[in-house]
């Protein structure tokens, strides 16, 4: 907590739903704190309290550079995917009820749409609820549009200008966000090339996209392309993809996409590829349920989603500017909103 200077780290029992939570609020500067709650049989406690710490100071960040009024927090919950339960799901609404607002909760991995309906049987700070219930549903095409956008940013200012025809981007991992995100490029003229290692979403993305093409997953990094767009897991810029990767942008939905970014980031600099921060480029589905929050709207959703273009502009200038890799650059924006509105909102 003091290294990463969270605000407040909350553990939370019930046995008789079997529910072991961990909530943690990085940063309330800017509003409540959103992000979502994961479901993962974490081997020990220490392991579920990293990475609640990590993904919420994440979230921090990625609420700032979005010019959103929220904060950063994120929830763990230590089970096995498969005893989910309505007990479960309502005793964890109950505790996140009881911080008053200060953390609003919302999907991840191993929670759907579903689970936030229980959780807001017993708290008003739900979001991601389903479109019946008056909620905004699915949020990855949302996050695929603005992957989108933000690759646009990054063709503009790599070739003058941000028309896709032609180009080829291969997108690692056709789930959810993915497959929105190769429709946007299949529209805009590039030639996508797709790899996942679960064969029945490459064919369903094969089936409504035929003129895409199916590649290895072993040899992704081999292939020639001038996009790489990582869409499945984190850290897959490293070391070893560095060595061969001969794309000119990297710009995908995956979280923590540079295994180490004070290496990677120089590196890539070094390389000439232009790297979209993921905090920034992947924001639309946080965007998209922070609407929630307000009355829900569609075209007001896409407004914002579509801000991402110009903050990805605006990072590289920086980055150029004053010699500090994209990441960094978006990093300093983040960190000096939440400074600055810090100081207006200290004011009467
Ligand atoms: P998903 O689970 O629906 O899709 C991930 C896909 O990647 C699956 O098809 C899976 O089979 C594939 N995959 C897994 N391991 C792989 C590997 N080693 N090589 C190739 N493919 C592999 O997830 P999603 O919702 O589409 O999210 C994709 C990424 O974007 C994740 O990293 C997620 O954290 C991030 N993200 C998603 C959202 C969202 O709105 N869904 C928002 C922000 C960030």
């Not at 904060?71 to 479960?88: H, Q, T, W, Y």
Request: aromatic fraction near 6%; charged fraction near 20%.
């Amino acid at each position: 907590m003091q290294d990463m200077e969270h605000e407040q780290v909350v553990f939370c029992q019930d046995p008789a739903s079997g529910l072991q939570a961990i909530i943690a609020i990085h940063n309330t500067t800017l509003g409540p704190a959103l992000g979502g709650t994961r479901l993962w049989p974490y081997k020990t406690h220490g392991e579920a309290v990293v990475d609640a710490l990590r993904l919420s100071r994440g979230m921090t960040y990625k609420a700032a550079i979005s010019g959103l009024n929220l904060g950063g927090g994120k929830a763990v919950i230590i089970a096995d995917p498969a005893n989910k339960s309505e007990m479960l799901w309502r005793r964890y609404g109950k505790f996140v009820d009881s911080l008053g607002g200060k953390y609003i909760t919302a999907e991840d991995v191993n929670t759907s749409a579903r689970d936030m309906e229980f959780i807001a049987l017993e708290t008003k700070s739900v979001t991601g609820v389903p479109e019946y219930m008056g909620g905004s549903g699915d949020p990855s095409p949302f996050t695929a549009y603005g992957v989108f956008v933000g690759m646009k940013a990054a063709a503009k200012k790599r070739w003058g200008n941000d028309n896709l025809e032609g180009k080829t981007v291969l997108v690692q991992g056709v789930g959810h966000v993915g497959q929105y995100l190769v429709g946007h490029l299949v529209e805009a003229g590039a030639t996508v090339k797709v790899s996942d290692i679960k064969d029945a979403n490459l064919q369903k993305v094969k089936a409504d996209f035929p003129a895409v093409t199916i590649v290895d997953n072993d040899t992704i990094f081999d292939q020639d392309m001038d996009i790489y767009a990582p869409c499945a897991l984190g850290a897959t810029v490293n070391e070893e993809s560095l060595s061969k990767l001969k794309a000119s942008i990297i710009a995908g939905a995956a979280n923590n996409q540079l295994a180490d970014e004070n290496v990677q980031g120089p590196k890539l600099i070094e390389k000439g590829i232009l790297y979209v921060p993921d905090f920034l480029i992947n924001a639309g589905g946080l965007i998209n349920v922070a609407a929630e929050l307000e009355t829900y709207n569609v075209d007001r959703v896409k407004g914002n989603v579509e801000k991402i273009y110009d903050r990805t502009l605006e990072i590289f200038a920086l980055s150029e500017r004053e010699q500090l890799h994209t990441q960094q650059a978006a990093m300093r924006i983040a960190q000096q909103r939440i400074d600055d509105i810090g100081k207006v909102h200290s004011r009467m």
